[in-house]
């Protein structure tokens, strides 16, 4: 997340060369990453859809984010 940007409630999923940006809420992604990678990135916003929430008013709030667990 990047506290400059505006729009709906989005983080940014990088995996090599890959990235996307993925909706909070829907999980609509827009650029390109593997269809695997894309499974894993989409499970882990779901499991922690609350605490991404939580991180978004807090960067818009320019404070420091607190840490999401990696999918395990």
């Known amino acids: 997340m990047y506290w400059r940007e ?6 940014h999923a990088k995996y090599g060369d890959d990235e996307v940006v993925m909706e909070i809420s829907s999980g ?3 650029g390109h990453m593997s269809p695997r990678a894309l499974v894993l990135v989409n ?16 960067s818009k709030q320019r ?9 395990e």
Do not use: A
């Open 6 to 11: 505006h729009g709906l409630p989005h983080f």
């Open 28 to 30: 609509k992604t827009t």
């Open 43 to 58: 499970d882990w916003r779901k499991l922690h859809i609350d605490e991404l929430l939580t991180d978004w008013e807090l």
């Open 63 to 71: 404070q420091e984010l607190k840490r999401i667990e990696p999918l």
